[in-house]
């Protein structure tokens, strides 16, 4: 099956910097969403973009299909901000969404 | 009110209980999905529905069942639980094509001593 890599695995920021999340997929993908698990474990649906770039507010994220690959960025981060980030794709052999591990990210005042 | 809601939110039960997860969706989209979440993990899918006559199983079915009662509802049964079961269950919804954007409820904590 499509293998979901992101990295880093673990990101600590002081509050106001940037930030670069990546997502690697080893195949050509139908849908790719990227979310936000808060302490509380909700997770809040960030991103729809199997292609192309969005932004929504200090966020944006970017896909290049053809190269496989997604980039999250956060700017100007918050304490809010922390938690982990999911990258998630299908692919159009199965239908499913197939998660990455994840990148645990901890904004510090 | 959510779209997607989860009962219970929490949940305490011991070895060889029988547990209920239910999951009910107001988006009115054909698809239902029940994950579960382990520590330092992402998602891996125990099952999914198309619609109301079609239960597939995902990658970690044993020890799982589930019914679909409606478009709206879909419920995550555990026959008989055991520890390693303890996990966060998410519940999640997509329309009909690979290409809309799937949401997920709130979760359940399920904690088996």
């Known amino acids: 099956g499509i293998q979901v890599e992101q990295s880093p695995p673990d990101l600590i920021l002081q509050e106001g910097a940037n930030s670069t999340l990546r997502c690697n997929f080893s195949?050509?993908?139908?849908?790719l969403q990227w979310f936000h698990q808060n302490p509380w474990g909700q997770l809040i649906n960030l991103f729809y973009?199997?292609?192309g770039t969005k932004q929504n507010g200090r966020l944006s994220a970017t896909t290049v299909a053809t190269e496989r690959y997604s980039l999250l960025y956060i700017s100007s981060s918050q304490t809010t901000d922390s938690g982990v980030y999911f990258c998630?794709?299908?692919?159009?052999?199965?239908?499913?969404?197939?998660f990455g591990k994840g990148i645990t990210l901890s904004v510090r005042p | 009110d959510a779209d997607v809601t989860q009962t219970p939110r929490n949940r305490i039960t011991k070895t060889g209980k029988r547990i209920m997860l239910e999951c009910s969706q107001t988006?009115?989209?054909?698809?239902m999905y029940w994950y579960r979440q382990d520590p330092g993990l992402g998602l891996r899918l125990i099952y999914y529905?198309?619609?109301?006559?079609?239960?597939n199983k995902g990658e970690i079915s044993d020890g799982y069942s589930v019914s679909r009662q409606a478009q709206a509802k879909f419920s995550l049964s555990l026959e008989s639980a055991i520890p390693n079961q303890t996990a966060l269950y998410f519940c999640?919804?997509?329309?009909?094509?690979?290409?809309?954007?799937?949401?997920f409820g709130p979760g359940t904590r399920l904690t088996v001593l």
């Open positions: 999640a919804t997509r329309g009909t094509s690979d290409y809309n954007e799937q949401f």
């Open positions: 195949d050509s993908v139908n849908n």
């Open positions: 973009i199997p292609s």
């Open positions: 998630a794709v299908i692919t159009g052999a199965n239908s499913k969404l197939t």
């Open positions: 988006k009115g989209h054909d698809r």
């Open positions: 529905s198309f619609d109301v006559k079609d239960i």
